[in-house]
């Protein structure tokens, strides 16, 4: 797909559901990276469990709290998204628990099990939102 055709499809996704969904898939896969870094202790910042547990604080939460529940509440594909992305969530903030107790063995087993789990579970689940054809009003 040639990038103008992404761009575009980024562009009816947003018209159609009021979200940048490759945006909002794309942070969430940026959190591996920061999770890695966390736990390996070179992370540059102080990120506390409790904060990465809000999962109604990005983007993509405060759009499925709001406007995406309003238009698209009754789906279970919409439904699946609300979970997977909950248990992302949660998974992160375990992990940060642990690397924040030296637990390296057990966050990494985490981040490589329940959280990439999660993850696709959550971009999966985008994707079936994203390919929606139209609001069901």
Known sequence: MLMSETAQSVEVSYQKFGIDFAEAAMRH???????????????????????ATQYDRCELGRWLR?????????????????????????????????????????????????????TRRVLVSINEINALPSLQR
């Open 29 to 51: 896969m940026e959190w591996r990276e920061r999770l890695k870094n966390h736990i390996s202790g070179t992370a540059m910042d102080s990120w506390p469990s409790s904060e």
């Open 66 to 118: 709001t406007i995406g529940r309003a238009q698209l509440g009754h789906l279970s594909a919409f439904r699946h998204l609300e979970l997977a992305h909950a248990e992302f969530h949660y998974f992160a903030g375990v992990i940060l628990s642990k690397a924040m107790l030296k637990e390296v063995v057990q966050a990494e087993e985490i981040l490589k099990n329940e959280f990439s789990q999660a």
